[in-house]
């Protein structure tokens, strides 16, 4: 691939997933407000490993005449 990245998009993009969603299950379950913001703040970094190794990927793929499909 041309643009490899040192961890692998993949990994962060799972990584990300679970982040998010750990933090969201716990969110349902805070017990205060310090709580509460903290884990959104973590979903927050969750979605962003996410949607920033989702565009990484999608360019991976596909070839920049299709992009615009993608």
């Known amino acids: 691939m041309l ?3 040192i961890h692998g998009r993949k990994k962060i993009f799972f990584h990300g997933v679970l982040l998010y969603t750990v933090s969201s299950v716990l969110c349902a ?3 205060g407000t310090a709580m509460l913001v903290s ?5 927050g ?4 490993m ?3 190794t989702n565009v990484a990927m ?3 793929l596909f070839p920049p ?4 499909k993608a």
Not at 45 to 48: H, N
């Open 50 to 52: 996410m949607f920033s």
């Open 58 to 60: 999608l360019i991976a």
């Open 45 to 48: 970094i969750g979605c962003a």
């Open 39 to 43: 884990l959104r703040g973590a979903q």
């Open 3 to 5: 643009f490899r990245s």
């Open 65 to 68: 005449k299709e992009r615009g």
């Open 29 to 31: 379950f805070s017990s």
